[in-house]
């Protein structure tokens, strides 16, 4: 059984940093794509980065330059590091975990890891 959790989340100041994990367990992260996503009350859940098993990273417009997506493969652990935050990045962070197996695509989520920027 695929699981997925997250941490870190938290409530910090703007300009302030937080530091999400997420650990897989039954699913090799070295193997796959991970990506972090969020969702803000009333808004569609969105890609924030996301890094391939090769390595590659990809960022939304709104945090380049202030996130920074990693991944230890001998923990199991994507990160997401969040500097400079904004009152905008408020919202519940999504780990995400993305295959493809015998030709079908799989999906895994973690629960959510809440983070709030505010004074």
């Known amino acids: 059984q695929v699981q997925l959790v997250e941490s870190g989340g938290g409530l910090v100041q703007p300009g302030g940093s937080l530091r999400l994990s997420c650990t897989a367990s039954g699913i090799s992260f070295s193997r796959n794509d991970q990506g972090w996503y969020r969702q803000a009350p009333g808004k569609q859940r969105e890609l924030v980065a996301s890094i391939t098993r090769a390595g590659g990273t990809n960022y939304g417009d709104s945090v380049k330059g202030r996130f920074t997506i990693s991944r230890d493969n001998a923990k199991n652990t994507v990160f997401l590091q969040m500097d400079s935050l904004k009152p905008e990045d408020t919202a519940v962070y999504y780990c995400?975990?993305?295959?493809?197996?015998?030709?079908?695509?799989?999906?895994?989520w973690g629960q959510g890891t809440q983070v709030t920027v505010s004074v």
């Open positions: 995400n975990a993305h295959l493809t197996f015998v030709g079908r695509d799989y999906d895994y």
